[in-house]
Structures are given as structure tokens and as C-alpha cells.
């Protein structure tokens, strides 16, 4: 098994590890789609609309709602989760998704991203993770619970 931050793999803190868990997902998924061939993505995307329609949602996978652009974290999670089921690598060496995604999220994206806040602690010390193993990236990626408190120290 991977070694995780304590937290993020201690039985105590169950909340912390899945919002770890989730920002690894949300993370490597947006990274990891941006950087995969045209043919490669066409292939996630519909992957992603076949887990759709085996949860039996009517509508096109990414629509939340009529009218409303779907969040860019939770369209993340719903690539991460569909390069899974493809078993396209994470781009981290030696990190598998199974380290990271449970059966249920396996099934379902929502319910992994359910967990994910992205200015919380554990996005921060995922990120803090993912950048020791060199994995780069997008500096959208990066803005978590580190850089609101640094961005509130300019704004009172």
C-alpha cells in the first residue's frame, strides 16, 4: 500500500482521507484528461456517458441541470473515474486508481465527488503529495485552502 499522509490513511479521520481521496481523483483526472491524445479522450468521454446511463440518467453525462454550466471539478472527477475503467494510467508512477477509488466510486463519480471540497486541508496535503512525486499541474489545480488564506491576506 501506498504511503499516504497519516491522516489521509489513518482508520480515525474518515472524512479527511475520502476528501484526500477525492482531490487525488478530481486532480489527476483534470490533469490527466488535458493531457491525453484527441483519440483517447473521445474514448473517456464516452465512457463517461456509458457509467451515465447505467446509473439510469436521462440526460447527457456533465448536465447537472437545464441551463447551468456543470462545474469544471465535477466534470474532473467523472474523467478520473471513466480513465479508470479504461486503466489509462494516473500519471503518478506507481499509483494505481484502486489506491484511491472505492467500487462505489467506481460506479458512481458523484459519490466520489461528493467528498471533494477544494479549499480544504486534505486538497492542499493532496497536492502537496502529487507534487512529490513530480507529477505536474495546471496552476487552476493548484488554488486550494493555501492559496485563499495567502489571497485573504491581501484582502481584509
Same mark, same amino acid.
Given at each position: 500500500?501506498?504511503?499516504?499522509?497519516?491522516?489521509?490513511?489513518?482508520?480515525?479521520?474518515?472524512?479527511?482521507?475520502?476528501?484526500?481521496?477525492?482531490?487525488?481523483?478530481?486532480?489527476?483526472?483534470?490533469?490527466?484528461?488535458?493531457?491525453?491524445?484527441?483519440?483517447?479522450?473521445?474514448?473517456?468521454?464516452?465512457?463517461?456517458?456509458?457509467?451515465?446511463?447505467?446509473?439510469?440518467?436521462?440526460?447527457?453525462?456533465?448536465?447537472?441541470?437545464?441551463?447551468?454550466?456543470?462545474?469544471?471539478?465535477?466534470?474532473?472527477?467523472?474523467?478520473?473515474?471513466?480513465?479508470?475503467?479504461?486503466?489509462?494510467?494516473?500519471?503518478?508512477?506507481?499509483?494505481?486508481?484502486?489506491?484511491?477509488?472505492?467500487?462505489?466510486?467506481?460506479? #458512481?463519480?458523484?459519490? /466520489? !465527488?461528493? %467528498?471533494?471540497?477544494? +479549499?480544504?486541508? =486534505?486538497? #492542499?496535503?493532496?497536492? /502537496? !503529495?502529487? %507534487?512529490?512525486?513530480? +507529477?505536474?499541474? =495546471?496552476?487552476?489545480?493548484?488554488?486550494?485552502?493555501?492559496?485563499?488564506?495567502?489571497?485573504?491576506?491581501?484582502?481584509?
Amino acid at each position: 500500500m501506498r504511503k499516504f499522509p497519516v491522516l489521509a490513511s489513518s482508520f480515525w479521520h474518515p472524512i479527511y482521507r475520502n476528501r484526500f481521496r477525492a482531490a487525488l481523483l478530481v486532480t489527476i483526472g483534470a490533469t490527466g484528461f488535458s493531457m491525453l491524445e484527441p483519440p483517447l479522450r473521445v474514448a473517456v468521454d464516452q465512457k463517461c456517458d456509458q457509467i451515465n446511463k447505467a446509473l439510469g440518467n436521462i440526460l447527457p453525462w456533465g448536465v447537472t441541470q437545464r441551463g447551468f454550466e456543470p462545474d469544471v471539478d465535477y466534470l474532473a472527477a467523472w474523467h478520473g473515474v471513466a480513465m479508470a475503467h479504461l486503466e489509462l494510467t494516473t500519471g503518478v508512477d506507481g499509483l494505481t486508481w484502486s489506491e484511491f477509488l472505492s467500487a462505489w466510486s467506481m460506479r #458512481d463519480p458523484g459519490h /466520489a !465527488y461528493a %467528498a471533494f471540497r477544494r +479549499f480544504h486541508p =486534505a486538497t #492542499d496535503d493532496a497536492i /502537496a !503529495y502529487l %507534487a512529490t512525486t513530480g +507529477f505536474e499541474m =495546471a496552476p487552476r489545480i493548484q488554488q486550494s485552502h493555501a492559496w485563499l488564506a495567502a489571497a485573504r491576506q491581501h484582502y481584509p
